[in-house]
């Protein structure tokens, strides 16, 4: 089974603190991507790579940053964390080619909560 | 107009009852559509792919209309575990990421 994990379930911050959210997949995926989720607004893209080292923006990058320095882990930044930026994070990954490669496979989420 | 659109609900249906969920989208290239299932507090999950000629999956059946753009999720014999949000997603034009609709709210109640 693929398997996504996210370092942290629940993680307070202060506005202003840099934030480090990790992600990691261990079915060597080239494809991994960063969502927030908020009520009422649903899952939107913040950033996805499709290779280490590459990376593109979604459709909210603002605010954020993002590392794939190792195929398997896929890290979003915050680089000055923001009230606006509580929400619940997930990560995902999917593979290229094969039958399966549009499926997207969701760890369980980050709930950041900026004070 | 939004990428991808779909009635919040909430749909609160009995057990054993069938319920049907529409989506539209905005984009008539777009080729690839799924239906998503997630679970309160949990993260997404694929629940189906829907492809041009319809496909069903035991009590589920997905259908695509092109020329509406609209795409629809029919649940046969609703059972209690099937009460979660149902998230419509189309692939974006180019690459690998998808546009997640927000998603229909289904309580199946005894």
């Known amino acids: 089974d693929v398997k996504v994990t996210q370092s942290s379930r629940y993680l307070v911050k202060r506005t202003g603190e840099k934030v480090f959210l990790e992600c990691v997949q261990d079915m060597d995926h080239e494809n991994m991507f960063w969502y927030r989720q908020d009520p009422g607004l649903g899952l939107r893209l913040i950033y996805f790579s499709y290779d280490v080292k590459m990376k593109e923006k979604g459709d909210i990058p603002e605010g954020y940053s993002v590392s794939r320095e190792k195929k398997e882990r896929f890290s979003l930044i915050l680089e000055s964390a923001s009230t606006n930026q509580t929400s619940m994070y997930l990560c995902a990954s999917s593979l290229v080619g094969g039958p399966s490669q549009e499926t997207q496979y969701f760890g369980p989420g980050t709930r950041l909560l900026v004070l | 107009r939004k990428e991808v659109e779909q009635d919040p609900g909430p749909f609160n249906v009995p057990e054993g009852a069938t319920v049907a969920f529409n989506c539209t989208y905005s984009?008539?290239?777009?080729?690839?559509f799924f239906w998503y299932r997630q679970d309160c507090r949990k993260e997404p999950k694929l629940l189906m792919s829907?492809?041009?000629s319809g496909n069903e999956d035991g009590r589920f059946t997905a259908q695509l209309n092109r020329a509406s753009q609209y795409i629809s999720l029919l649940i046969r014999d609703s059972k209690l575990s099937d009460s979660a949000t149902y998230l419509c997603v189309v692939k974006k034009n180019s690459g690998y990421a998808l546009n997640f609709g927000k998603g229909t709210s289904l309580l199946v109640t005894p």
């Open positions: 829907v492809y041009s």
């Open positions: 984009n008539s290239a777009s080729q690839s």
